[in-house]
């Protein structure tokens, strides 16, 4: 079932391929991701994520136009979500997200982990078509500034809990202060290599991160713990960095207030 399910998604994206070579301005077809160059993490839950590459002044047609997906399949739901992407769904059931682009415009576009799929026989730039794009590094390399911003997340998060804003107290705690640690985690724990995401560090991170997998569970315990879960937060970021003696204890107080 597996198995059929991903020949299914990858014949579809083939088959998007077929169908821009019938259509003038279409240049290149780019999967990324996980039907990019990252197949071995292809599973029954993965879908299309793509970029059409076109001509000068065709980038329009293909926004506007979806013939050429509908050639292929009939489309269930279509979501333009920016003024170069769309996100799908086919009436069987595959999810797709994907960008038109000008190759121009691609200096500007944040991608990794391309694989062509199809190039239009007369784009002579295909051969030596870039499969990545800049992307900006969401780790840090030293520890002191993202556990300090994590600490005070988590005090400023207590507060709001204290004044009823447990909305934005969940998120300066087990968002925000959880995600200034994920940004270090490389740094406090051997990393597994599978797949990190350049765009998000809480990609995959059970796989990545064994020992963190098992904690992460009492750090972010939902919207009515919101002290407790600070005050694991704060266990783990004494037991890896000099934590401040006078903020730790004013965030150990107010938790206890509020618990």
Known sequence: MVAEFKKRLLNRLDEIGKSLEAKEGALLLLGLGSVGSELDRLDEYSDLDF?????PGYAKRFIDCLDWLEDV???A?????SDVGCKILFEDGIYGEYAIFEEAELDNASYTGGRIVWTAPSYANGQSFKVSGVVANLRRDALDFPL???????????GRFARGEKLSAMRFVQSYAVDSIL???HL????????????GNERRLEVRFPGFAKVIGEMTQGYDRVP???LRILSYLEEAYPVNRRLSNEIR?????LQ
């Not at 970029?51 to 001509?55: A, G, L, N, Q």
């Not at 107080?253 to 207030?257: D, E, F, P, S, V």
């Open 148 to 158: 300090n911003e994590a600490l005070t997340n988590l005090y400023v998060g207590l």
């Open 253 to 257: 107080h107010l938790a206890a207030r």
């Open 188 to 199: 406090l724990e051997s990393e597994v290599g599978y797949f990190p995401d350049p765009f």
């Open 73 to 75: 399949h009939p489309l």
């Open 183 to 185: 940004s270090v985690l």
């Open 77 to 81: 739901y279509q979501f333009k979500n």
């Open 51 to 55: 970029f059409v590459i076109v001509k």
């Open 228 to 230: 407790e879960s600070a």
